[in-house]
Nanobody
Framework: QVQLVESGGGLVQPGGSLRLSCAAS????????MGWYRQAPGNQRELVAS???????NYADFVKGRFTISRDNAKNMVYLQMNSLKPEDTAVYYC??????????????WGQGTQVTVSS
C-alpha cells in the first residue's frame, strides 16, 4: 500500500553533506520499519541505517557518527542526514519500507534510488 519517492541525491565534495528524503504515500506508513540502503557498482546492496516506527535507530558501522536517520510519521517522511561524506560513500541510495507479517514472512517496499556521488 506504500509507495516511496526519494530525493536529495547529488554531487558533493569529500567532507560535505547531503540530506536525502523519502516521501511515502499510503495509509500504513507509520507501521513500517524504514531504512536506507546503498549499492555501489560491483558491490552488493548494503544497509546504511534503519528506524522503527517508535524511533529506535540502527546504523552500519561505516556510517556511525556521520549519518543520522529520522522519520516524521505525521508527514510520512523519512530522512538521511549525511555528514562528513567520503568518496567511498558514492553509491545509489535506496529508501526501504519493511514490515514483518509473520515469523517467516516480511513485506518489503523500495524506492527508485537516488545517486550520491562524492568527488575525489
Amino acid at each position: 500500500q506504500v509507495q516511496l519517492v526519494e530525493s536529495g541525491g547529488g554531487l558533493v565534495q569529500p567532507g560535505g553533506s547531503l540530506r536525502l528524503s523519502c516521501a511515502a504515500s499510503g495509509s500504513i506508513f507509520s507501521i513500517y520499519v524504514m531504512g536506507w540502503y546503498r549499492q555501489a557498482p560491483g558491490n552488493q546492496r548494503e544497509l546504511v541505517a534503519s528506524i522503527t516506527p517508535g524511533g529506535s535507530t540502527n546504523y552500519a558501522d561505516f556510517v556511525k557518527g556521520r549519518f543520522t536517520i529520522s522519520r516524521d510519521n505525521a508527514k510520512n517522511m523519512v530522512y538521511l542526514q549525511m555528514n562528513s561524506l567520503k568518496p567511498e560513500d558514492t553509491a545509489v541510495y535506496y529508501c526501504n519500507a519493511n514490515r514483518r507479517l509473520t515469523t517467516a514472512v516480511a513485506y518489503n517496499l523500495w524506492g527508485q534510488g537516488t545517486q550520491v556521488t562524492v568527488s575525489s
